[in-house]
């Protein structure tokens, strides 16, 4: 069996596994970067929690989950940025409707919502494009990733955030990931996942506790415009 064959076979058990309605709604619904339980997840995806647990195994024998036991219970989440790149792309293939792009996505979430752990909807596409064109990212390759500028590190430290930590972990700095609402590209990586702890830690942001919806401050819009020029 070759490489190519291999890695087929795997590519096909991953869909096969993300492809029933049920499991679908399981990691849709950690796209929100919280940990769950089986039991809270068995209601999310209005089944048992028997046919929840049966599920459950099935998406981390695939690697699209991983689980963490507290005491007595077992917490789900995404196993990482990848997946939910993955996920969010699926979106998109989904909502697709031919050749013009008219947007139905409820406003609250097109506005702004995460995309596991960075900010996505026309805030982070908004931030995507702005970041480009103040020159503090410049494309590292063909790929969709990006690299920071020594204008950018200056910036980024001036709002909080640490240029050297974000370079100097394993994960991607910055790429382009393709938004489902907008189909443009917002920010993910490293960068992506710090901008949002500082949008949420300085109260730009208000994280909905139930669902994915991020919805700008008054703080937030006034800070958002004078350091990215971006009106929410």
Excluded at 126 to 141: I, N, Q, S, Y
Excluded at 183 to 208: P, T
Aim: overall charge positive; aromatic content about 4%; hydrophobic content about 40%.
């Amino acid at each position: 069996m070759g490489a190519q064959d291999s890695i087929d076979r795997a590519s096909a058990k991953i869909a096969a596994a993300i492809g029933e309605p049920a499991r679908a709604r399981i990691l849709f619904c950690l796209m929100d970067d919280r940990a769950r339980t089986a039991t809270e997840l068995a209601a999310m995806a209005e089944v048992g929690t028997s046919t929840a647990s049966a599920h459950l195994e099935r998406l981390l024998k695939v690697g699209l989950l991983r689980v963490t036991a507290q005491g007595r219970h077992r917490y789900h989440t995404l196993a990482g940025p990848d997946v939910a790149r993955v996920l969010e792309g699926l979106s998109v293939v989904a909502g697709a409707k031919g050749h013009r792009f008219i947007p139905s996505t409820p406003d609250p979430l097109r506005c702004a919502r995460t995309c596991y752990d960075h900010i996505a909807g026309s805030l982070g596409v908004a931030l995507h494009e702005r970041l480009r064109a103040m020159k503090w990212l410049t494309p590292a390759d063909d790929g969709g990733n990006y690299s920071l500028t020594a204008l950018g590190a200056s910036n980024l430290r001036r709002i909080g955030v640490d240029p050297e930590a974000l370079e100097g972990g394993r994960r991607r700095l910055a790429y382009g990931c393709l938004d489902w609402s907008e189909r443009r590209m917002h920010i993910g990586g490293s960068l992506g996942a710090a901008l949002l702890r500082l949008a949420v830690r300085n109260r730009w942001l208000d994280r909905d506790l139930e669902g994915r919806c991020l919805t700008p401050t008054p703080l937030g819009r006034r800070e958002l415009s004078r350091h990215f020029g971006i009106t929410v």
